[in-house]
């Protein structure tokens, strides 16, 4: 329908830009922290590699991108953990269903993202500029919002209102959005799902490990088989 009404307005190539500049700035984000700022903590924290480790979480990764849910993906990414990341059992229980929950930070990046470009649009309507004071109130906003976002699909669209409310920005500009958030939804999804792995690694390194003394069968000194 936006496409439709700004073909009619002899808009479409131009909305069309806005669009392609929006998405392009948003997989960069993301890609920048998936690739760059988690890589890092999770080299920091394990001086392992974190190249390794992606291809061992790819599985669950292309999954949350084909599903879009962080719930729905959630076996798989327990799988991987366990299975070829060599994180505990312990941790991956621990971490990875409280991360699905919480643990949005792709999320996160998107809603604060889109309501910098929704804010951008409607500056010439609504005359608002982006003070700092502006875009720290939208990061903390997006931040707390993506923790309340379900781990489904489009959830974020959901949080997205309480994060134009608190920008002072009108919640039907969120149509602006709306066309192509299937795709970004995806992106940002995969990157939550990663970020939960990471976490469950870096716990894994502090966490007591005491599985192994738990399924000894120590004997007394002495004793026979």
């Known amino acids: ?21 929006y998405i392009l700035t948003i997989i960069t984000g993301l890609g920048f922290h998936a690739f760059v700022t988690l890589f890092l903590i999770y080299w920091l924290f394990t001086k392992k590699n974190p190249i390794t480790f992606f291809k061992n979480m790819s599985q669950a990764v292309l999954t949350a991108f084909s599903t879009a849910s962080s719930s729905a993906t959630l076996p798989i ?7 070829k990341a060599g994180i505990s059992e312990k941790s ?3 971490v990875l269903p409280l991360g ?27 005359g608002q500029e982006l003070t700092m004071t502006t875009q720290v109130t939208i990061a903390i906003t997006a931040t707390l919002a993506a923790i309340g976002a379900a781990g489904i699909p489009e959830a974020g669209l959901v949080t997205m209102l309480i994060v134009l409310n608190a920008a ?25 799902c990663f970020g939960d792995s990471v976490g469950a690694a870096i716990v894994d390194g502090v966490m ?17 088989a």
């Open 77 to 83: 990414t327990m799988e991987c953990a366990i299975d």
């Open 168 to 192: 002072g920005l009108p919640v039907e500009a969120i149509g602006l959005i709306l066309m192509v958030d299937w795709l970004l939804d995806r992106f940002r999804t995969a990157v939550n």
């Open 1 to 21: 329908g936006k496409f439709g009404h700004a073909n009619l307005e002899g808009k479409l190539a131009e909305m069309a830009g806005q669009q392609g500049y």
């Open 92 to 94: 991956t229980k621990f």
């Open 208 to 224: 007591e490990q005491d599985d192994e003394l738990l399924t000894e069968d120590p004997k007394p000194e002495g004793a026979t």
């Open 100 to 126: 699905a929950t919480i643990n949005m930070d792709g999320t996160a990046l998107y809603e604060a993202a889109a309501a910098i470009f929704i804010a951008q649009i409607y500056f010439p309507i609504t």
